[in-house]
């Protein structure tokens, strides 16, 4: 049995903290419990009353008279160590903490919140929050509702767990609105034990949950987080919304949350590589919330739409045809089926028209046309309640349809809800997903049809450059790091890559005029000079490159200007073969804490800093991410070659990136590696210019 | 008086059709007016009833006993056009046509309506419809619904004009839910006679009205709309959806509304150009007009956030600030107002949190310090219910400030409205736009700045460059089309341009070899060839073009070649200057049905296919739109220069885009024109090729 199962399921539940006084924290979750029908014992705990809300209040934990399995904590942070050795001896197992005042507050809290852990490790006991709202469970069994808040969900499958419980609600509140029902919910604030990746972990194996929904500000346990995510978003879909993707959005968060704001590129690219949906608007995730909860997965992205006003129809398929959906036309059974049973007027291409004067019989027609027609994948009904129309049979038809489960169906429902509130309730209860507005059912629907291709997306596999050659990079790296220096000569860092057989022009390092000809001379004209010494960062700045030199004339002159021009010392220097001409791109690798490195690709020269061309992946790279990166750029179709111009080795781009991915994962020491520019030509490409820091 | 008002506030309405069926069209619209509350007399006319709803049926409009000022007609369409003839004699001002059958439905149907136009063009009707739904006016003084659908609106300042039906009361409806009132609604149909531009001047002169709302799947009348929307939208923000954005959607579109799908640039043109602000998400344009119905224009962009929880004010930073806007500090005094009024732990940075233990009195202080302090233009209110604060007094406070009416107040108003009905009540009496979730308010907010940021912006003038050189372009033109050829040779297409002052390289137009030998010495070398007839049309396909000539022998061997490959009579050479390097630009103009031409400015090579790098504005263009146009692109900072690299002659290409612009309004006949490539230099731009269409 996982461990979190108690905590979801208590059989009693004691409230340390609970109160009388009718606007206290103590005293609504004793009443929250009441109110949501909690089907187990309730134990509040108040050594200064006797009974709060009907039932009988113990001076303490230790007093009661059957086992808690969950303990509920409201009261001043400094109480809540002994508190928590109480709760040892009792044999609690679960102890929620609402209360504020530990590691969010700075150092005093920290040492309170690691008293407390401590503790509760010496009795087994396992903690949610402190600083956070609770958890709910709607199970008919259990109704437990440990958790402040007013929100008050119906029993669903849509399970919801955030660090925030602002935000939370928030979600959890649309949900409600909407008419979808919830199955777990749970907000852990600090998080100081039960993180959200073991929440993830045990709502992914919970039958009753299908779709699991998350908000962050950024990632505490990132790859812990991912982790989690890649084994559950694979077999049940993970809807997550990160919050703070501005400069000024992670300021605010930083702000609310105590810690530093930076730009968080890590959250992003777990979500697409473990195959999580992110969202960035809080509604749309509410809305593809209740679509999973309610629809399976559709097979494909073909979509046939059904409407008896024109309008709504078409600004879904705008919004459908963005998100990358097909709108195929019925098939000619389809067609000939709807030609015979719908009213001359109406439209059988896709959208089906079946006229504002459309009665159940069409909707049936159509939805019926679309369903056994295997040129459609869902179907997304438009449905305006004309007076002169039996809405109610229409409903019936979409929730009899809807209820053989072939097919994604989502409903568009336009209507004044007061005045057709049975009809409403028909498709409600019925189990049909409606929403207000054609974007908004086209959106989930988008939100179906993208889970779907990451399921079905290959995800290729990590592949290993042999010979094993980490020990040659590892110990340059080692003296480096010895020597007390982070950046690398390029002699160092051209040897690192040598070793990861990252393709680099011929190379020697020298320490003279005559040595820099002779290398000239074997690696064969023309060729660059770079003068290498610690202290020259940006070479080209301090004239200490020459280029394209054709003889040992040139050679001479240009090292005797650098020695005039650098006056630094103990330089040596960097001979080269020049390869002129090539495309440039770049190829980057930053370390990400406490998830290894982010892989950066891109154009190089002057569309870096106009366009941003660049796409982003986490080490390991795979062969399919790698050639997902070639071919992710806006201008990637440069790298095809366009116009009968030729194009670049891209298969050699994508080999480059999966070695320095491999590198920077046997080399963890690295910061920062820059590859700018690489020269990349019809059958080669060649790294120019490399830059590496530990 | 304006033509329309005695249509939107009839003292009698007769309904010709009107039934006592109660699932009908003609019964409905009498219901309506009885159920909303109609000021004036209603007749329902019908032959073979005495009464319906309780009123008094008669057998003709004839025989109604007083004037009728407005008729809503919901017969088939064969009788319409005697029906008009009644209503004339009568004396009849406006009539509403509910029923189809028209112009939608062919030719038959368009003779009827030509039919009853002239007839009633001859009484000097004005008609509203064929085949739409009508109008509403909420005006407590009046008080009519000639329109048979369901929604309820609340007296209110939001008007809303559409052609569709579907998606006005899909709006509508929106407006109903958000508990914001309507001031008129017509949905006009087919528009055969009162159109949308009408409608729209009438409302910006209406002063009840606020803000405009409308929706369009592509423009009847462009020119008209642009003209209506120029006047109205500077004085009155004007909200537009188009919907049919995509190649799918304008198909979708094409198939309800019978016509063509066809890529609607214009549309979206004319909104830029007249400043009407566009949406592509029903529901953010309804939140939109719920806060322009509500809320002052703000006067620049700084915005104050106040909130008693943290995420919901992290997401909607994150999109204001991708909306363009400033979250600027608080100044010195408003914090150290706000440190002695918060809680010690609150946040007196922007976001300000006034935590979930926030009272009124917080929030109070912190609204009063944002409309103090001279930082904020706009404030944005987050406000979650904890049960334990007062929640109703927190309202009421956010109610007192906002009826200060200082500057614009949003409040994202997070709750159950079940529980929290009373807070709910009091934002929503005391005229507080309320959303349900901090992306809605946030782009809600959005909305209000970008109609203050067009209202601010240069619109700039029209230059006129002279002298009068229209003539000899207008004569080449005319030649071209007496001969009956649509393509212009080159010579004529570098003539137009230099008619204009457009910067060609010199050029001359020669027979034969000796001939391109003499001009090509005149002209200095290098020269370009290129063979001019007018079955040539893609000159370098067919090698009718030689670059770079250096001297008469390179001259006469390309000649030479040409003329052994094309094999056609009656070929010209064009000699150019050849002006070699340069960054590659386009410019293109292109007529624009009913609407003159679309101006188009962009990078040129490679990118505009790989990334559709290009601008497009309508003629006329001004200074301020030329060199918005050369500052849009993006890749516009190559054309500034970046990394040491000179930028290009921007105000040279300024001035060209408006001399084209000028080109193409003197010269409407021309269809199509491409400046492709242009080569831009540091001081200077030239032509390098030309191709105009007629």
């Not at 919830?182 to 045990?202: F, H, K, M, Q, V």
Request: proline share 5%; glycine share 8%.
């Amino acid at each position: 049995m996982n461990t979190l199962d108690t905590l979801f399921n208590p059989k009693a539940v004691a409230v340390i903290g609970a109160s009388s006084k009718p606007l206290s924290i103590g005293n609504r979750v004793i009443k929250n419990l009441i109110d949501f029908g909690y089907r187990g014992k309730i134990y509040p705990i108040n050594p200064k009353t006797d009974e709060i809300h009907g039932l009988k209040a113990y001076r303490s934990i230790l007093e009661v008279p059957t086992g808690v399995d969950v303990v509920h904590m409201v009261i001043p942070a400094r109480f809540v160590p002994d508190a928590v050795d109480d709760c040892g001896k009792k044999g609690v197992r679960h102890i929620i903490i609402n209360s504020g005042g530990f590691a969010e507050v700075g150092p005093a809290g920290q040492a309170i919140e690691n008293d407390f852990l401590a503790r509760a490790a010496k009795y087994g006991i396992r903690i949610l929050g402190p600083n956070c709202q609770g958890i709910i469970n709607t199970d008919p069994d259990v109704r437990v509702y440990c958790n402040f808040t007013y929100t008050r969900p119906e029993t669903g499958h849509i399970s919801l767990v955030a660090l925030s419980g602002g935000v939370a609600e928030v979600i959890h509140q649309g949900f409600v609105t909407l008419g979808v029902g919830t199955r777990i919910y749970a907000s852990n604030g600090n998080a100081c034990d039960i993180g959200i990746p073991e929440l993830i972990r045990y709502l992914g194996q919970d039958e009753k949950t299908r779709v699991i929904v998350t908000y962050v500000e950024g990632l505490r346990e990132p790859a812990e987080f991912m982790a989690a995510c890649k084994e559950v978003a694979t077999c049940k879909p993970v809807l997550a919304m990160k919050a703070g993707r501005t400069a000024q959005g992670a300021q605010a968060a930083a702000s609310h949350t105590g810690g530093l704001a930076r730009e968080d590129l890590a959250t992003d690219l777990i979500f697409k590589k473990t195959g999580v949906l992110g969202f960035n608007d809080v509604g749309e995730l509410v809305q593809a919330a209740a679509a999973f909860a309610t629809q399976p997965v559709p097979h494909g992205n073909r979509l046939g739409i059904i409407t008896n006003t024109g309008g709504p129809a078409v600004i879904a398929t705008d919004i459908l045809a963005e998100a990358g959906m097909e709108l195929p036309p019925l098939s000619d059974t389809a067609k000939a089926f709807l030609k015979e049973r719908l009213f001359p007027e109406a439209s059988i291409h896709n959208p089906v028209d079946v006229l504002a004067t459309g009665k159940a019989e069409h909707y049936r027609a159509a939805l019926d046309a679309m369903m056994n027609d295997d040129n459609f994948d869902a179907v997304l009904v438009h449905f305006v309640t004309p007076f002169f129309v039996d809405c109610n049979a229409v409903a019936s038809e979409i929730v009899a349809v809807s209820q053989q489960g072939r097919k994604p169906l989502i409903c568009n429902f336009m209507t004044d809800r007061k005045q057709w509130s049975d009809t409403a309730q028909i498709l409600e209860t019925g189990g049909v997903v409606c929403f207000d507005l054609p974007d908004q059912a086209a959106r989930a629907m988008a939100a179906l049809v993208r889970y779907q291709s990451l399921q079905q997306r290959k995800v290729g596999h990590v592949q290993s450059f042999g010979p094993a050659t980490r020990h040659s990079a590892a110990s340059i790296l080692e003296a480096v790091h010895q020597e007390g220096r982070s950046l690398l000569s390029a002699a160092e860092a051209y040897a690192v890559l040598d070793a990861y057989g990252i393709p680099t022009p011929t190379w020697r390092v020298v320490n003279c005029i005559e040595d820099a000809i002779q290398a000239a001379e074997t690696i064969g004209y023309p060729v660059v000079i770079k003068a290498d010494a610690p202290d020259i960062v940006h070479k080209s700045d301090l004239g200490a490159v020459a280029l394209d030199l054709t003889d040992a004339t040139a050679v001479r002159i240009a090292i005797e200007q650098m020695v005039a021009r650098l006056n630094v010392g103990d330089v040596r220097y960097l001979v080269q073969k020049y390869v002129p001409g090539g495309l440039e791109v770049i190829m980057g690798a930053k370390a990400e804490p406490g998830l290894g490195h982010a892989i950066l690709f891109g154009m190089g020269g002057v569309y870096v800093e106009v366009l941003k061309d660049v796409v982003f992946n986490l080490a390991p790279v795979t062969d399919v991410e790698a050639r997902e990166m070639v071919a992710g750029l806006k201008l990637s179709p440069l790298l095809q070659g366009v116009r009968g111009q030729k194009g670049v080795a891209r298969d050699k781009l994508a080999d480059m990136i999966q070695r320095l991915s491999q590198l920077v994962c046997e080399l963890p020491t690295i910061k920062e590696l820059d590859l700018n520019p690489i020269l990349a030509f019809e059958n080669d490409i060649r790294v120019a210019d490399v830059r590496i820091i530990i």
